[in-house]
């Protein structure tokens, strides 16, 4: 390529063309010949006469000028023209090429730029004709050189990993390499590595390298600690700067179950300095909710930080069977516990009925006997949905009665009377230590002391499934913490005080690790290999290279100690792993990362990724001299007479500007697309402005639940006016009534019967079930009677308990809206109906039920404003949202029903099947 400035040419020979337009000007100069000028006497009678279109004896200079520029436009056009290419020195050589990108975390805060910065360096090698091979540091892969062309199709595929490459990548980059000379670019992702020079040093031997480097800053978030109460944040950067704030945000799902941003905090690098932390104090409820952390704006896995299980405080409510007598802290039942959960457990305080309103995760009973009957069964459906009850021995347990004829639900084992008594004055032998803790135990690799000892215990009564429920036992083999699963959730029985009555236990640093292996508490502190060993994780989520969270649950498990130890790669990725017991976030950057720039030899040019886009001007050049032939043919016309008036060229360019063959759509029209290009749901008008808004917000609000709930996916609902619009394109009508609306039009009636007989629902909401029961006791009463009077309406009943409708999506037996109690009309069920022995239904119709009747008010129930809140107030406490979503409930089984039938009525025919299958 010869360049000229910022302008080059890839075929420049054909520029020597442009000497001959000079000639070519003297050429149409002198074509055609100027007339000889001879006397003619009969020239004479045309004196007088005056000749309106007159033609030139030679072609005008401007013409002239207008047919060089079109062929000076052509020759310099097919020169191949290309503005900002890139320099002769910077492609020096017709060696082959080699792409090399270390393609890691922070190479994702510029992809893109690499990838335009790479396009640009392709286009110029394609121009070269030189092979062009890429090799990804993070990820090696066989290089294989091939042309340029085809490379630059395939760069969108091209990712940033969410690791580093390492020792083990950089082997693998050796062996990938292709044989020969070759010349190399490197992108760079400005972090040192060791590796990077013995990678720097092969290279050199193949040819000339040129590294690419991008000047914007690095930034790593490292992971969250939480240390008193408080969330440590540190955000790192890669060289020294000036003061600069940067913002942090906590990602994680809202009360309703919505991703959104949980809070954002700014956090301001000092002059020079390399890190920057910040402290929030969070609540516990909001803590849970995060999934995420990063760096706003900055698009990489190294500035998103994964919380896990030692992040979350749990919640853990301590009661005790007695009160600690005053003076003798050391003696209350919870004296221990309080020290050994405080620092990372929120604690709850109150009576076993108060703090079963708060859900804690946790429930300490400290040498608490006897529950009552009501107590007991709140803390079993507290347990069925996944709560834990630890329980601790003392003398009010060895005492009471509690387990021992039968096995108390709230006890793990039964229990034996009085319990065991050993190293005391008035008892035989010496007092009980530890046995090593079993490898199926959530205790096991934990270490034990000869301190730990045991004086009394509760024993354990000999039972066919207690061996399977001990996880913790004593020298001699007595149980000393038992367990069992309930529902979800899970009842420990650690057999002796939780004070330092019957052991030593609450006095050493094992109580506190036995608590964080319960998940009774969080553990701040980092797993160790040995405590991982043997272990398998499943990955739930990993990180993509620009810090995005995907599924991970296809991917294969992970062996504890390659968890804890082993480098981030393609068999180990960034992401949290969920064990048998709690979940650990493998993240990107570490707790205190070793972040270095790169130092490249003074002899290797480091270049920008920022550069001027090529562009090939020869297409615009060739336009252009198509243009000026045009304007040449025009000019030409013009000047012999033979070019047609203004005003037929204004017609003729009006005729053109006119679309060909195409008919434009009516307004009836697009509605029948969009109505039918998906599903839609639509309310009727009814000529009262708000309580339309409301209509179509209930719309709205049920379309979202349906598409965030079930494999139906709505377009935006509808507006339907029953005097212009046709009903046939819409499964299903919301119909609220209002005391003034109009009696439709017989025309609509007929529409209205139709689309009834064809298989549409229609919903009836008169919205009076708080003041009226059926009927006609109020003005939507009478008006639903005065709408349905002219409509083909089939014979009616309450929904009856073993109707479709109570068990098409979910199982339901009310269907509240924003009132509750009225009751709800279908169609009846034929009389020949009959229940068939051993299903729980009826042999009901297949068909769907026209209307449904009713007056609870759905619409206020479900309408939501733009940004997906609820429009209406239900009630001040839970039950009201809880009415509210038995609501959604209601309209997605109604939705169901409408668009699938009764199919889950057909099971009433399994028995004819299987006879006549003869089975």
């Known amino acids: 390529m010869t360049l000229f400035g910022v302008l080059g040419f890839t075929t420049p020979w054909l520029l020597l063309s442009l000497i001959a337009l000079p000639i070519l000007w003297v050429i149409l100069r002198a074509v055609p010949p100027a007339p000889v000028r001879r006397m003619f006497p009969g020239v004479v009678l045309l004196l007088g006469l005056k000749d309106d279109d007159q033609v030139t004896d030679r072609t005008p200079w401007w013409l002239l000028l207008l047919r060089l520029l079109a062929m000076a436009a052509v020759i310099i056009g097919l020169s191949g023209p290309i503005l900002n290419p890139e320099p002769e020195q910077e492609a020096a050589g ?46 090696p892969e066989l290089v294989q050189f091939s042309s340029a062309d085809v490379l630059r199709s395939r760069l969108t595929g091209l990712q940033p990993e969410p690791w580093e490459p390492g020792s083990a990548t950089a082997s693998a980059a050796i062996a990938a390499l292709p044989d020969g000379d070759f010349d190399t670019y490197w992108f760079s992702d400005s972090l040192a590595r060791e590796e990077r020079d013995g990678l720097l040093r092969l290279f050199e031997t193949r040819g000339t390298v040129q590294v690419f480097e991008s000047p914007r800053a690095v930034l790593a978030l490292g992971p969250a600690k939480l240390s008193e109460g408080q969330l440590h944040l540190t955000v790192h950067r890669l060289r020294p700067g000036p003061e600069v704030e940067v913002s942090l945000a906590g990602h994680g799902k809202d009360p309703a179950g919505n991703p959104a941003i949980l809070f954002q905090s700014p956090v301001t690098f000092d002059q020079d300095a390399l890190s920057a932390e910040t402290k929030l104090a969070l609540p516990a409820e909001l803590r849970a909710r995060i999934s995420r952390f990063e760096v706003t704006g900055s698009r990489s896995a190294g500035a998103v930080t994964l919380p896990d299980d030692s992040l979350r405080r749990r919640e853990v409510a301590l009661i005790a069977g007695r009160e600690g007598r005053e003076g003798l802290q050391l003696l209350d039942p919870l004296h221990y516990l309080f020290k050994a959960l405080a620092p990372t457990a929120d604690l709850l305080n109150g009576s076993l009925d108060e703090v079963l309103l708060a859900n804690p995760d946790a429930i300490v009973l400290a040498d608490v006997a006897t529950l009552s009957p009501g107590e007991e069964e709140k803390v079993l459906e507290w347990l069925d949905k996944g709560g834990l009850l630890l329980r601790f021995a003392g003398p009010r347990l060895a005492a009471s009665d509690v387990s021992r004829t039968s096995e108390d639900p709230l006890m793990p084992v039964r229990l034996r009377a009085g319990g065991r008594t050993v190293g005391g004055a008035m008892s035989w032998g010496e007092p009980k230590t530890l046995a090593p803790f079993a490898e199926d135990s959530p205790f096991a690799g934990l270490a034990i002391t000869d301190e730990i000892t045991v004086n009394s215990q509760v024993m354990a009564q000999p039972d066919p499934a207690l061996a399977e429920r001990v996880i913790a036992q004593l020298s001699d083999g007595t149980p000393l913490v038992t367990r069992k699963t309930v529902g979800q959730g899970q009842i420990v029985l650690v057999h002796v005080t939780a004070n330092a009555e019957w052991s030593t236990l609450p006095l050493s640093g094992l109580f506190v690790q036995m608590l964080e292996r319960l998940a009774v508490s969080s553990s701040t502190a980092v797993e160790d290999s040995a405590a991982l060993e043997g272990t398998i994780w499943q990955p739930v989520s990993v990180l993509d290279g620009f810090g995005i969270l995907r599924d991970g649950e296809t991917l294969p498990g992970v062996d504890g100690m390659a968890l804890s130890s082993d480098s981030l790669g393609p068999e180990l990725r960034p992401g949290l792993y969920q064990g048998d017991e709690r979940s650990l976030a493998r ?28 562009r090939p001007l020869g297409g615009w050049l060739l336009g252009a001299a198509i243009a000026l032939l045009l304007a040449d043919v025009l000019a030409s016309l013009a000047l012999s007479g033979r070019l047609i008036g203004a005003r037929a060229v204004a017609s003729l360019i009006f005729l053109a500007a006119l679309p060909i063959d195409v008919k434009a759509q009516t307004p009836d029209e697009q509605i029948a697309i969009d109505a039918t290009s998906e599903v839609v749901f639509a309310h009727v008008l009814t000529g009262d402005a708000k309580l339309d808004e409301l209509a179509g917000a209930a719309m709205r609000g049920l379309s979202d639940i349906l598409y965030y709930r079930t494999s139906v996916e709505p377009a935006q609902p509808m507006a ?62 009478r008006k639903l009677q005065q709408i349905a009077a002219r409509l083909d309406i089939p014979p009616l009943e309450p929904i009856p308990e073993d109707h479709v409708l109570t068990r098409t999506f979910y199982l339901l037996q009310d269907f509240p809206g924003r009132f509750a109690g009225r009751e709800v009309w279908v169609e009846a069920a034929p009389p020949d109906a009959e229940l068939v022995e051993g299903m729980p239904f009826r042999n009901l119709n297949d068909n769907v039920t026209p209307v449904v009747i009713g007056g609870n008010d759905w619409a206020s129930a479900w309408a939501v404003d733009a940004n997906g809140a609820p429009l209406t107030r239900m009630a001040r406490s839970f039950t009201g949202e809880r009415q509210r979503e038995i609501a959604y409930r209601f309209g997605v089984n109604l939705v169901m029903h409408v668009l699938t039938g009764n199919y889950k009525s057909d099971q009433v025919h399994v028995p004819a099947l299987l006879d006549r299958l003869g089975q």
């Open 587 to 614: 993240n990107v950057i570490s707790a205190e990362p070793d972040l270095q720039p790169v130092v490249w030899p003074d002899h290797i040019a480091v270049e920008g990724l920022s550069r001027p886009q090529e």
């Open 94 to 139: 017709d060696a082959p090429l080699l792409v090399v990108m270390d393609a890691s975390w922070a190479s994702a805060y510029d992809w893109r730029a690499r990838i335009e910065a790479l396009d640009g360096l392709l286009a110029k090698a394609g121009r070269d004709a030189r092979p062009v091979g890429i090799l990804r540091l993070s990820n």
């Open 720 to 781: 339907v006016d029953l005097e212009q619009d046709e009903l046939a394109f819409f499964p299903f009508l919301y119909w609220p009534i209002s005391p003034d609306q109009p009696i439709p039009s017989d025309a609509a009636y007929i529409k209205l019967n139709s689309y009834l007989r064809s298989g549409g629902m229609i919903l009836f909401d008169t919205r009076d079930a708080d003041i009226s029961g059926f009927g006609s006791a109020t003005p939507e009463g």
